[in-house]
Each structure stands twice: as C-alpha cells, then as structure tokens.
C-alpha cells in the first residue's frame, strides 16, 4: 500500500506539471516627453525668462505666476515680492519652507546660482523622497525684487513614480533660472 502510494504521487507529480515557469522580467516604463522649445513669457510682470511651449500660464494676483504642465499634473508656483529692506527675512522665510520638507524627505541638496550681469542670484533646491515639493528655488536682486518657487504635483507623492517628470521638469526650472532678468521699475 505504501509503494503504490509513493509510485502513484510519483507518477502525479511527473505528469502534474505540462507547463513550464518561467519568471516574468522586470518592466520599465518607457516614458517619452515631448521636445520643449522656450519662448519668452509673454505677460506683464516686474521679470521675464523663458518658457517651454509644453506650459500654460496662469496668472495669479500680487505679480505671481503659475506655470502649469496638464498632462503631467504638475506645476511651477511662482511667488513675487518687492523687497524693502528685508531680504534677509525672505530667503529666511523660503529656506524655512524648504527645510519643512525634511520629515519626508531622503535627502535635500542645493546649488547656488549666481549672474552677476544681470543682478539673478539665488539657490535651487531638490529634494529626494516623497515629499510634497521636489524642487524648489528663491531668486533675489538683493535690493529690489525676489522670486520664490516650487514644483508641486497634483498626486500623492510617490518619489519613484514622479521622478521622470521631475527631472523633464527640473530642465524648465534650470532654464527660467539662467534666463530670468529683472524689470526696471
């Protein structure tokens, strides 16, 4: 009884499995953007710098501006304000937003920009990790005007998923850096 038993599971476990298992390889998203050409922002405001044709502006109240991107559900919120004696307290005040990010965030790494010809100076953020904000900059002429901004996406904060926009994004962000000039009042 026993030796049919094992003969009988033997034969079974031979014939059970016609198919063979094979491990599914690791999917890729193949994520294609498409080409940005820039053009100059086109409204009245106390700045100016370029601009992808993939963004829709919208204007907000007290000079801001708010840099949308559809079909990624993202945008660039801009914040202007007059300085008057108080440049210190803005960068402050922006570096403070900054750095609320720091319970999400895996890691937060600036760079310094700084145009001497065209009075821009300022510091780009990014932060790693799923926080709200992965990327976010303040821009001064250290005596009359100062720009805040942030990049913000309209889902839950998923650091892998929105990686592939940021960085498509962040060459936006690089470029309004480089390319903004102050107005004359």
Not at 7 to 32: G, H, I, N, Q, R
Not at 45 to 56: E, G, N, S, W
Not at 88 to 112: N, P
Request: net charge neutral; aromatic share 14%; proline share 5%.
């Amino acid at each position: 009884m026993y030796k049919s038993l094992q003969l009988f599971l033997l034969v079974s476990l031979c014939f059970a499995c016609k198919e063979e298992f094979l491990p599914k390889p690791k999917a890729y998203l193949d994520l294609t953007y498409p080409e940005k050409s820039y053009k100059p922002l086109f409204i009245e405001k106390p700045y100016t710098f370029l601009i992808t044709d993939q963004a829709v502006i919208k204007e907000e109240p007290n000079d801001w501006l708010k840099i949308l991107y559809p079909k990624l559900k993202a945008s660039i919120d801009i914040t202007y304000f007059k300085v008057d004696n108080n440049v210190r307290e803005l960068i402050q005040e922006s570096e403070k937003l900054v750095f609320e990010h720091t319970i999400k965030a895996e890691k937060i790494s600036s760079k310094d920009f700084l145009n001497t010809e065209k009075k821009v100076f300022g510091t780009l953020y990014e932060i790693s990790g799923n926080a709200a904000s992965q990327i976010q900059f303040h821009l001064t002429d250290s005596s009359r005007n100062f720009m805040k901004g942030a990049l913000y996406f309209y889902a839950k904060p998923n650091y892998d998923s929105v990686l592939p926009a940021v960085d498509y994004i962040k060459k936006d962000i690089i470029k309004l850096v480089e390319t903004l000039e102050w107005k004359e009042n």
